[in-house]
């Protein structure tokens, strides 16, 4: 694909040669241009030709009749390329998008699994009686504004406190969690600007709130998160990085790469690879740049590789020759997709093995399906019950049925009969408009300049035509379907960063500080005694005994705890009722 600039009235755009259907139709623009001077000067013709007159034709209306019927017959292919060209790139993207839909669907509902109970934020349906401090859940930044009028539910996130520690006059960031509460009851500050400075901090170098006596609680979840998606605490990093080595849950890891494999050997076959050769998948390096759409852009040595000879590849393509199969994969080979986790030789060896572009794509599409039927028995998707589950294979479904979609534009030609007239025509055109110029212009320059306006625009009409029919083939007009592989690992990578950052609040730990007479943030408004009794008294009128399905001393346990909750909420209420 050609990405290009936009500059003064698009003027630059007529400086590109290579994928320029004016240039390719400036050549035969050119021959017309020969004809009519050799028409003009009656000189070096075919014989049958000096039998016709200056004024042979009265009116053009004869020759225009042709012209018209074949502009008709160049435009009605222009516009069927158009949408072939449209189709493959709407079916390609809607394919990708379904799949990825499925990929992260999955691993949202395996990080509700049971096992991740203690890891996970904290859900509010547990902290009702938080709303009756009136709290606010908005956010705000670092940089020296703030929200004073009104009280905050911060995330343990949302505080950014660079150690006092000085290295060479710069402030040095302390990122280990606290493993106990600190005693101190003040609200975190925003740093100051000598800080913010020294420290250069970017969107997500952000600290946890580390004096504001958190709970122990949202500090283990918080060690959790970072020990399960150690990318999620690294600043100017991609989500698969792996600091010391860490790495993110298996299960993710293995979805994350079925997942690129499949969309990799769909695009592989769209674009047909030959089956002769070596499958040009290659692995995936997370943070890499992403390849370039324009083949022109690509380094001198990878063009090399499918440019060997560099004059006959030129008149090929002057002369509107496709590439043959070995030539082609031998472009696509320089341009390999790359995959998640890359490509083992057993899963080349099986996808070499099955016959066709459809049965390779149906064979890692059964494999993705294959692992998610069984993770999901396993349990692995936790409770998510087995019809929600369902819309994850119609969504795989309907992926498959958008990859056979442009499956059929790149595999199904062009009509030959249609195909075949629309070239016939446009190629009488050459010789015919040089005629009609010669009998109804009578200045050299102007009828030459017509006549090559005039076939260059018909001829590139059909030349446009020609290479838009295939979206996924035609150098370097085809999609750039490397780079949508590799900005659908990008989408993958994502799962890999865990939970959303602010979803680390810590309820009890604001409760406790409020209890404890902890420092209200400016602005902050007292609730009066009766609103807080009212809320509290809600909250002890919805307390509910949970179905209890462990052992008996876990049952007894459960409920002592219960009660003792209660006891401390009644005495709480008494102590209120008494002011």
């Known amino acids: 694909m050609i990405d290009y600039y936009k500059g003064v009235y698009n003027i630059n755009l007529i400086l590109r040669v290579h994928g320029s259907s004016l240039y390719k139709a400036s050549v035969l623009g050119l021959v017309a241009v020969a004809m009519y001077l050799a028409l003009n000067a009656r000189l070096d013709i075919p014989l049958f030709l000096l039998l016709v007159p200056d004024d042979d034709l009265d009116h053009p209306y004869g020759v225009g009749v042709l012209v018209s019927s074949v502009s008709f017959l160049i435009v009605f292919r222009a516009n069927y390329s158009y949408r072939r060209y449209w189709d493959g790139i709407s079916e390609a993207h809607k394919m990708l998008s379904k799949w990825g839909d499925v990929s992260m669907n999955a691993a949202v509902f395996s990080m509700q699994n049971v096992k991740w109970n203690e890891r996970k934020p904290r859900s509010f349906y547990d902290f009702e009686e938080l709303n009756g401090y009136r709290l606010t859940r908005e956010r705000k930044r670092h940089d020296g504004s703030d929200v004073a009028d009104e009280r905050m539910l911060k995330s343990v996130f949302d505080c950014e406190k660079p150690s006092r520690h000085k290295t060479d006059g710069a402030a040095v960031a302390d990122t280990s969690f606290a493993s106990t509460a600190p005693s101190s009851n003040e609200d975190c500050t925003s740093p100051t600007n000598e800080e913010r400075t020294a420290q250069q901090r970017n969107t997500w170098n952000v600290l946890p709130e580390a004096t504001v006596g958190a709970s122990a609680d949202i500090y283990q979840r918080l060690a959790y998160n970072v020990h399960y998606f150690p990318s999620s605490l690294e600043p100017n990093s991609n989500f698969a990085h792996r600091p010391e080595g860490q790495t993110p849950p298996l299960f993710l890891q293995e979805l994350a790469h079925r997942a690129s494999l499949l969309s990799a050997v769909a695009l592989s076959t769209l674009r047909n690879d030959d089956e002769r050769y070596e499958s040009p998948l290659d692995i995936y390096h997370p943070g890499s740049p992403l390849p370039e759409v324009d083949p022109d852009k690509l380094p001198k040595e990878t063009r090399k590789v499918y440019q060997s000879n560099f004059l006959l590849t030129q008149i090929r393509y002057w002369s509107g020759i496709d590439r043959t199969p070995a030539q082609r994969t031998k472009y696509n080979a320089s341009r390999p997709l790359s995959v998640i986790g890359g490509v083992s030789d057993a899963e080349i060896a099986f996808l070499q093995r099955a016959r066709g572009p459809y049965a390779k794509t149906q064979l890692a599409w059964a494999w993705l399906s294959e692992f998610l039927v069984r993770e999901h028995l396993a349990g692995t998707m936790g409770e998510v019950h087995s019809a929600i589950m369902s819309r994850l294979f119609q969504n795989l479904s309907d992926g498959m049925l958008s990859y056979n979609r442009a499956r059929q534009i790149t595999f199904v030609p062009f009509p030959f009969p249609h195909a075949q007239l629309s070239v016939f025509y446009t190629l ?152």
């Open 428 to 579: 009488l055109l050459v010789p015919v408009i040089p005629f009609l110029m010669d009998q109804f212009t009578n200045v050299r320059w102007v009828g030459s300049l017509l006549t090559y306006f005039a076939v260059t625009c018909l001829v590139g009409m059909h030349e446009v035509a020609r290479e838009l029919e295939n979206p996924f083939r035609n150098v370097p007009n085809e999609l750039p379907v490397c780079t949508m592989q590799a900005r659908f690992n990008e989408g993958l990578v994502v799962m890999f960063s865990g939970f959303n950052p602010d979803g680390f609040w810590d309820g009890e730990g604001w409760i406790a500080r409020r209890s404890l007479g902890g420092k209200l943030s400016a602005g902050d408004k007292e609730p009066s005694p009766n609103e807080e009794v009212q809320s509290r008294s809600i909250n002890t009128k919805t307390v509910s005994f949970a179905p209890c399905v462990e052992t008996r001393s876990q049952c007894i346990k459960e409920l002592r705890d219960i009660f003792s909750k209660q006891a401390k909420e009644i005495e709480e209420l008494v102590r209120l009722l008494e002011k």
